[in-house]
């Protein structure tokens, strides 16, 4: 069964540390893509960084990294240097190939960045 | 830019009733989606539409409806609301089926059925 796992319920990390969420995938296909998203207090859903399953180097924007680990099946977010504005719910998502375009998203994950 | 945009922001519906969620999005977007956020869980896939006139059923279609009728606007229709839908509506859009850009989020929309 296709399915995403996100077994960090919460987390807490200190301002400017480096935190990791984690992420790890089901699938039997070959091509996919994997994507976190944002969801701060306010609801919104803003989307954060994507890597492709054929992409031989870890995605990177700005402060966000991810992880990816294919013979693991994980994709972990790497968060540098937290903000407090990065606290907020994270979720990890999956998009198949076969697929319309629609995403397979994980329970999420609450960061709380302490001051 | 208005991107994707949901309408109303909240709502609540009593039992039985019915009630439109709209949405709609001004970047000319084929692939346009219904997702539902229950508390403490991600988002699950209810109808998705990969152009005007066509919609397809998703993870959790029942008690919902669909059409499509323009690129611009995919509205969500819930006939005779059950407890069991309350939860936040998120409509989203892509230009296309794949590709490295995440989708489009609207900013949801709160429905409490009581």
């Known amino acids: 069964a296709q399915k995403i796992t996100q077994t960090q319920p919460g987390m807490f990390v200190q301002e400017k540390e480096a935190v990791t969420l984690d992420c790890t995938y089901d699938t039997s296909d070959q091509s996919y893509g994997l994507f976190w998203y944002k969801q701060p207090s306010s609801g919104e859903m803003i989307f954060l960084i994507y890597q492709g399953s054929y992409d031989e180097q870890n995605a990177t924007e700005g402060r966000y990294s991810l992880n990816f680990q294919k013979a693991r099946k994980s994709a972990n977010l790497v968060i540098s240097a937290s903000q407090l504005g990065d606290s907020a719910m994270y979720f990890c998502a999956m998009r198949l190939e076969g697929s319309q375009g629609n995403l397979i998203f994980g329970k999420g994950t609450k960061l709380s960045v302490k001051p | 830019n208005a991107g994707v945009t949901q309408t109303p922001k909240f709502r609540i519906l009593k039992i039985g009733q019915s009630m439109t969620l709209q949405c709609a999005q001004d970047?000319?977007?084929?692939?346009m989606y219904w997702y539902r956020q229950d508390p403490g869980m991600g988002l699950k896939l209810i109808y998705y539409s990969v152009g005007a006139g066509i919609t397809d059923k998703g993870e959790v279609p029942n008690g919902y409806n669909v059409s499509r009728s323009t690129t611009e606007d995919f509205p969500l229709r819930l006939e005779l609301a059950a407890p069991s839908q309350t939860s936040v509506y998120f409509c989203?859009?892509?230009?296309?089926?794949?590709?490295?850009?995440?989708?489009?989020f609207g900013q949801g929309t709160r429905l409490t059925v009581v």
């Open positions: 989203a859009s892509r230009p296309s089926r794949q590709g490295s850009g995440g989708a489009f």
């Open positions: 970047m000319n977007h084929n692939y």
